[in-house]
């Protein structure tokens, strides 16, 4: 996972209830943020923060795209929202499958921080881009996406696996000289407070980011109504329709982080653009495709809180049903568009390759 493991919070109402949260930084600043938000608007709620880790958090010295597993960073959280330990999880977005085990659902996606990746330089190459890095510089990333894309647009470099959370890359990059550069989500160093060690944002044109990137999530139990009512105020209503599209595009494609699958979205007078591609993995072969839709949805009423008014693993009863549903069908028709194009082809070759390294 790129933005560390994730934090549980103990959230209570009239009596004390749970909610999870893991133990590095950039986590606990995570679900810091979304409880001062609960705690703003319901002053007299108890929040607990317990310490957990998962799979993913214990398997560094192995590419995230090698290991196989869907819910390496959420089967042991939902094992405790299942259990009752707790009320709320808090996670990147991105980090969650796009679908969701029963009996649980996404109450809240907070809105977006820049979803874009961004370029962290090694302190001896300040003041270089990826553009005038020397030949055969290593950056460092874990990403099959990131990589895949920059292969393409920056053939003079090369790419290297590199794990751990937020604050293991960066040691590895400052103390070492394995790397000359690491591609890291820029919300992420935006919420360490680490912006000046930005030295570049890659634009769409250079890197497309991944789905849900940038956004938090808030899962609970989808029958929990009091709840669900509770954290459905954290909603943005913007970032639920672009993440709703971009999860139904990658659910449609049957993507994953063992292929490179990427998005752009973008919401502009009440109309919502989509732009997703997927790639081989040295990015030789790739399909790119942009459509768009209208999200001025004329059905302002609210929805009963029910499984089955789930899109994509998200209920968002504050938001406009009209327009959730055309944010889910941009998603599903744009990922069969490529598919029709050849995109199960290529994915099933990424896939394959990258299985045999």
Not at 13 to 25: E, M, R
Not at 53 to 70: H, M
Not at 182 to 187: E, M
Not at 286 to 295: F, G, N, V
Request: proline share 3%; net charge negative; charged share 30%.
């Amino acid at each position: 996972m790129e933005d560390g493991p994730y934090k549980y919070i103990r959230v209570s109402l009239a009596k004390v209830k749970h909610c999870c949260v893991l133990l590095f930084q950039l986590a606990r600043i995570q679900t810091d943020s979304v409880a001062d938000k609960l705690k703003e608007l319901y002053p007299d709620i108890h929040l607990e923060i317990i310490g957990m880790s998962t799979t993913g958090d214990k398997i560094l010295d192995t590419a995230l795209s090698k290991i196989g597993e869907k819910s390496l960073f959420t089967k042991e959280l939902e094992n405790a929202l299942e259990r009752n330990e707790v009320d709320l999880v808090v996670h990147s977005l991105k980090d969650l499958p796009t679908t969701l085990p029963p009996g649980f659902t996404i109450g809240a996606v907070l809105k977006r921080e820049n979803p874009h990746d961004a370029v962290v330089l090694h302190p001896k190459n300040v003041g270089k881009t990826l553009d005038t890095l020397p030949e055969n510089s290593v950056i460092g990333t874990s990403s099959l996406r990131r990589a895949a894309q920059l292969k393409k647009r920056f053939p003079h470099l090369e790419f290297k696996d590199i794990r751990g959370n937020l604050n293991t890359r960066l040691k590895k990059l400052d103390e070492k000289a394995d790397f000359a550069a690491i591609i890291l989500a820029a919300a992420g160093l935006k919420r360490m407070g680490w912006e000046n060690r930005i030295s570049q944002i890659l634009e769409p044109e250079d890197c497309m980011y991944a789905v849900g990137q940038g956004a938090l999530a808030v899962e609970v139990r989808a029958r929990d109504a009091d709840i669900l009512e509770m954290v459905s105020v954290l909603h943005d209503s913007d970032t639920v329709l672009r993440c709703i599209a971009e999860r139904a595009f990658l659910r449609q494609l049957e993507g994953g982080c063992s292929v490179p699958v990427a998005v752009h979205t973008e919401v502009k007078d009440c109309q919502l653009y989509l732009t997703g591609a997927v790639y081989s993995l040295d990015g030789s072969d790739s399909l790119k495709e942009t459509m768009q839709t209208s999200i001025a949805a004329a059905d302002k009423s609210l929805e009963d809180v029910d499984e089955r008014v789930q899109r994509v693993g998200v209920t968002a009863t504050k938001v406009s049903g009209e327009a959730q549903d055309r944010a889910e069908r941009l998603g599903i028709d744009l990922a069969n568009l490529l598919l029709s194009k050849g995109a199960k082809e290529i994915l099933t070759v990424a896939k394959q390759l990258n299985d045999a390294r």
